[in-house]
């Protein structure tokens, strides 16, 4: 197989549109067979339920090349799960997981041109989505959907090396309790970009969310779960209802029990109590885990003794683990790779 002729190492995260993509029709109480297709564009009616009143949801994995030239994507299993949990959250048909993962795995393979060469640090970004198509203007479910998945090519995320992330405690709320926060849906998303937006104006990388209900537990980020290290290195994170449930962040806890040999919490963890750790990460299926330097909350700094120059050790060690799990550097707890091919 030829690769397209891209400069993967100066890939940024953005749009490339490749050559196929998965959809399958839900009509009549049923989902379709499903097919690959070629046309990056959808027709709906102005009227559709996701238009008006944002019935979506979608997925984030990615197909990588290993060491020994597999392609393989990291525990899609949970990832079709969590969509199924979307769906039934958002009103929406579940589509089957075992589905989900026909249809990665057939839209990889169709794109195996653009996954990007072992060693380039670039990926290939995986978008499963799924939204109410049909039209819509009393607030109801809608009667049809579209299960949907792209792919594209992303640049390594450290590009020029590691810099650890200034945040800022946000005023705005990300979820509410008995809300939607433990579901990737897109409505999540669209009320956070003011936040994001007036964050990065202000000179942060990102915004920590507390908790809606009494604004003094750490949730999470926008779109990454935190974890934090002790002065013992006891690996933290934090846990509530409302916080969406990482991948990333559920394999760290698993190397650093596993691997690594540390003691794992997850725990409500509060405020207060992030100015003792020792380092602080966020973890998604972008990064992996990007180190956080400083947390400022109207003005008070709290500066880890990681620092502002490199990822703290254990931070780095579990980076470099799940990393080599995922290159198939190191070998995986059973069941975490995929090969497509
Ligand atoms: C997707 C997402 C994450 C990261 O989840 P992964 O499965 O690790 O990619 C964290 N927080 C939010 C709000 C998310 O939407």
Redesign the pocket.
């Known amino acids: 197989m030829e690769k397209k002729n891209i400069d993967w190492a100066n890939l940024g995260f953005g749009y490339h549109e490749t050559d196929k993509r998965y959809v399958s029709y839900y009509k009549d109480g049923a989902w379709d067979e499903g097919a690959l297709v070629t046309d990056a564009s959808i027709t709906i009616n102005e009227c559709a339920g996701v238009l008006q009143y944002a019935q979506t949801c979608f997925e ?1 994995l990615k197909a990588y090349t290993t060491e020994d030239g597999r392609i393989v994507t990291f525990r899609p299993d949970l ?1 079709g799960e969590r969509m199924e949990d979307s769906c039934r959250r958002l009103e929406m048909p579940v589509f089957p997981k075992e589905r989900f993962l026909d249809a990665v795995t057939k839209t990889v393979a169709a794109n195996e041109a653009y996954v990007p060469p072992y060693g380039s640090g670039a990926t290939l970004y995986i978008r499963p989505y799924l939204f109410g198509s049909s039209a819509v203007i009393g607030v109801k479910p809608a009667q049809e959907y579209q299960f949907r998945v792209f792919t594209t090519p992303v640049g390594p995320y450290f590009k020029g090396g590691v810099k650890p992330l200034t945040i800022k405690v946000s005023d705005l709320d990300r979820a509410a309790p008995n809300g939607t926060g433990h579901i ?1 849906a897109g409505l ?1 998303y669209a009320m956070s970009l003011h936040a994001i937006v007036t964050a990065h104006e202000e000179g942060f990388d990102e915004n920590m969310y507390l908790d809606a209900g009494t604004r003094t537990y750490v949730e ?1 980020t ?4 935190f974890l934090f290290v002790t002065k013992d290195n006891k690996v933290v994170t934090p846990k509530s209802d409302s916080i ?1 449930p ?4 559920r394999s760290l806890m698993v190397v650093a029990k596993d691997y690594l040999g540390l003691e794992v919490e997850e725990r409500p963890v509060a405020f207060e109590e992030v100015k003792d750790f020792a380092e602080c990460g966020l ?3 972008a990064a992996v885990i990007s180190p956080v330097g400083k947390v400022v909350d109207h003005g008070k700094e709290i500066v880890f003794p990681s620092g502002m120059s490199e990822m703290g050790s254990v931070t780095k060690k579990l980076y470099d683990t799940l990393t080599g799990i995922q290159m198939g550097r190191i070998e995986a707890p059973e069941g975490w790779i995929h090969v497509i091919k």
């Open positions: 984030g990832n990737k999540n999470e926008g779109g990454a779960n969406l990482s991948i990333t962040r973890c998604g299926t």
